[in-house]
Structure formats: C-alpha cells, structure tokens
C-alpha cells in the first residue's frame, strides 16, 4: 500500500520558521514528483508547492515564493517544506501527495495524499 504521513506542523509565533517532512512508504518514491498543499477553514485545497523526481525543478505558489523551500532526499523517501517568515496567514493543514502526472498546480493531478499536519502561526 502507499502511504504518506506528514510530520512537524505546530504552533509558531509571526516570523518564526518550521521545517515540514513527508515521509513515503509502498511507493518507489524516487520517480515521482511531489507536492505541497494546504487547506484553511472554510477554504479549497490550494496549492504550495512541488518538486520533481530529480529535485532540479521546483514551483511555488507566489504566496509563498521566496519564503518556502520545497527539497527532497530520495534515499530517505521524505520530501521537506521549510517555511520561513512566517505569517498568520499561512495557518492551515498542510498536506502533501505524490504526482501522478500533467500540472503540478492542481489536486487532481496527484495520486496520493496524506493526513495533513497543522500549521497555526499566532499574531
């Protein structure tokens, strides 16, 4: 079976940083891209940001860009979120899931997700 399971979401003053780690079980992660997204109440699934099997194509949502760093460790099947600066605004569950292909930008082209973790940023 595929599972993927998020981890190190929490609560962190306006500013502050976290790291987020998705780990991959039942899949050959290394051949297939990955994504972040996050959900607020209320609110549609959006996207994050992505990362290709081969790590040397990135994309962010422009929310977030120059802020988030998407990587990934292949040989560890994790792929990581570091959210720097963070604002009140980015509270949410973040979740992420394995492409399956098409647009990186968009749920349906994602085969897999996980549970989410959450992210509440205080004012």
């Known amino acids: 079976q595929v599972q993927l399971v998020e981890s190190d979401g929490g609560l962190v003053q306006a500013g502050g940083s976290l790291r987020l780690s998705c780990v991959a079980s039942g899949v050959t992660f290394s051949t297939y891209g990955m994504g972040w997204f996050r959900q607020r109440p209320g609110k549609e699934r959006e996207f994050v940001s992505a990362i290709n099997w081969t790590g040397d194509r990135t994309y962010y949502a422009d929310s977030v860009k120059g802020r988030f760093t998407i990587s990934r460790d292949n040989a560890k099947n994790t792929v990581y979120l570091q959210m720097n600066s963070l604002k009140p605004e980015d509270t949410a569950v973040y979740y992420c899931?394995?492409?399956?292909?098409?647009?990186?930008?968009?749920?349906?082209?994602?085969?897999?997700w996980g549970q989410g973790t959450q992210v509440t940023v205080s004012s």
């Open positions: 899931a394995r492409h399956r292909g098409g647009s990186y930008y968009v749920p349906p082209t994602y085969a897999y």
